[in-house]
């Protein structure tokens, strides 16, 4: 067992010490960088608050159930396919603009027009990061009825956003 051990890290201390050999212009593929350039620094987003998010999501999703549950019980029932949902929600958290994307036309009336007056209160999403992001996301809600479990099936995700000056 010890040989066994010390074998591996012989072998692998032999594989770093291999030397490569790069022709000229490439980039290196084992690692080594022997052009002696300016590395790039890649910056990255800032982290997002994923639990608040969540549950304004969660929050959103709720109420949206009660006004299906209340109002549209028996078109939920019948209901053969999804319905898509997209909107745009701006930097304060109020919608702006709602897409039906199927079916057409939708069964559910007055839920456009409770999604195009729904507040988030505040940005959809939060970022840890002292510096001000406004930035407007198209949200897509995808929905269903499963008739064997007897419930309704939400989707609720960004689909993408645009940067607001």
């Not at 201390?13 to 593929?29: E, G, K, R």
């Not at 350039?37 to 999501?57: A, I, N, Q, S, T």
């Not at 109020?94 to 409770?114: A, E, H, M, Q, T």
């Amino acid at each position: 067992m010890m040989r066994k051990l010390l074998f591996i890290l012989i072998s692998l201390n032999f594989l770093s010490l291999v030397p490569c050999v790069h022709a000229t212009n490439s980039p290196s593929l084992c690692g080594i960088d022997s052009t002696k350039e300016e590395r790039k620094v890649y910056e990255l987003p800032p982290e997002v608050k994923e639990v608040e998010f969540r549950k304004k999501g969660e929050l959103f999703i709720d109420r949206l159930t009660m006004l299906l549950r209340n109002k549209y019980q028996k078109q939920i029932n019948t209901m053969q396919d999804y319905v898509i949902i997209d909107f745009w929600v701006n930097p304060k958290g109020l919608v702006d603009s709602v897409y039906l994307i199927k079916p057409k036309p939708c069964p559910f009336d007055s839920v456009i027009g409770y999604i195009k007056s729904y507040d988030f209160e505040g940005p959809l999403y939060e970022y840890y990061t002292t510096e001000i992001i406004k930035n407007s996301y198209l949200m897509r809600l995808r929905f269903r009825n499963n008739k064997n479990a007897n419930e309704l099936m939400f989707s609720f995700y960004c689909k993408d956003y645009r940067k607001e000056e």
